[in-house]
């Protein structure tokens, strides 16, 4: 039973457009969700974080939206550079301090 | 900086063998945590460890045991290597809820 999940297993954009990707989640115990960012053959390093408290949360490029009525988050990333091109995860907190994540979603931002 | 190192980047194991993949952590956290990661399925707890000599199942521990004798030092160990084990596996350790990973081990069991 997959609590985090990531429906969109790859998304391609052009450079310069706005890169979506979305993750639902079913706890609603979770309190707290963040997004990892994964180069291959390297581990995933943590990109920015919400708290269950907020709506949004910004950084830079990235904004980090939260419904928690429809249970679902979303990055946002504008504008896409070909440097974003990676596996993007996003995870939740749950009891016990534990981290639930998705399957991850193949970002290609093409020049 | 937090460093988290994993021991090997690339395994190539038998069937049956023991096999041991190490992780050193450098910022004195005390939660650490053991990942696999295989498409589709994201990255899925196997073992955690909040302090030196403890340790809690995750998700899907069978197969799997760890050791944390050392507060930097958390070991995962395959008792005997399964074709099924054959993935990325990753380190990690934790402050408040930021995880902090290793750059992970691709192990293959042929």
């Known amino acids: 039973d997959q609590q985090v999940k990531q429906n969109s297993p790859s998304l391609s954009v052009q450079e310069g457009r706005i890169s979506i990707l979305n993750c639902d989640y079913t706890?609603?115990?979770?309190?707290?969700f963040l997004w990892y960012k994964k180069y291959p053959a390297e581990g995933p390093t943590f990109l920015i974080s919400i708290s269950s408290i907020k709506d949004k949360n910004e950084d830079g490029r990235f904004t980090v939206f939260l419904n928690k009525s429809a249970k679902h988050l979303s990055l946002h990333i504008v504008p896409s550079q070909p440097g974003d091109s990676a596996v993007y995860f996003c995870a939740a907190r749950r009891a016990g301090n534990m981290l639930t994540f998705g399957g991850g979603t193949r970002l290609m931002v093409k020049p | 900086d937090v460093k988290v190192t994993q021991s090997s980047r690339y395994l190539v194991k038998r069937t049956g063998e023991k096999v041991f993949l190490e992780c050193v952590q450098d910022m004195d956290h005390e939660n650490m945590f053991w990942y696999r990661q295989d498409p589709g399925l994201g990255l899925r707890l196997i073992y955690f460890?909040?302090?030196?000599?403890?340790?809690e199942k995750g998700d899907i521990p069978e197969g799997y045991s760890v050791s944390r004798e050392k507060k930097e030092r958390f070991s995962l160990i395959l008792e005997s290597a399964s074709t099924n084990q054959t993935s990325m596996y990753l380190c990690?350790?934790?402050?408040?809820?930021?995880?902090?990973f290793g750059q992970g081990t691709r192990l293959t069991v042929v």
């Open positions: 990690a350790s934790r402050v408040q809820g930021r995880a902090f």
């Open positions: 460890s909040y302090d030196v000599k403890m340790k």
């Open positions: 706890n609603s115990m979770f309190d707290y």
